[in-house]
């Protein structure tokens, strides 16, 4: 059964950093697509970032210049680096990707447990 597994969540004042990180376990084929979103109180979840298995990235625009996402294919695990956190960031993260784990090769998605991120002003 596969699995995502998100750590690195937590309170940081504005201005501070943190970095995310989203292991996927499991008998896997081949992860596709992996990407970070968040939900805020009371808002909808929104996409901040996604890398391709091709090494393209997208940003939401409101992350561009301060988010940086990546991945480590040999681990399978995918990183969102967070600097100049303002206090709208504040929301909890969720990991999210596209696997193969059946011999037809056909993407299931899947989905991170969710970290708190904390940013006071």
């Known amino acids: 059964q596969v699995q995502l597994v998100e750590s690195g969540g937590g309170l940081v004042q504005a201005g501070g950093s943190l970095r995310l990180s989203c292991a996927a376990s499991?008998?896997?084929?081949?992860?596709?697509?992996m990407a970070w979103y968040r939900q805020a109180p009371g808002k909808q979840r929104e996409l901040v970032a996604t890398?391709?298995?091709?090494?393209?990235?997208d940003y939401v625009d409101s992350v561009k210049g301060r988010f940086t996402i990546s991945r480590d294919n040999a681990k399978n695990t995918v990183y969102l680096q967070m600097n100049s956190l303002k206090s709208e960031d504040t929301a909890v993260y969720y990991c999210?990707?596209?696997?193969?784990?059946?011999?037809?090769?056909?993407?299931?998605?899947?989905w991170g447990q969710g970290t708190q991120v904390t940013v006071s002003s």
């Open positions: 999210n990707a596209g696997i193969a784990w059946a011999h037809d090769w056909r993407e299931y998605d899947y």
């Open positions: 890398i391709h298995s091709d090494g393209g990235i």
């Open positions: 499991g008998t896997i084929l081949r992860v596709y697509r």
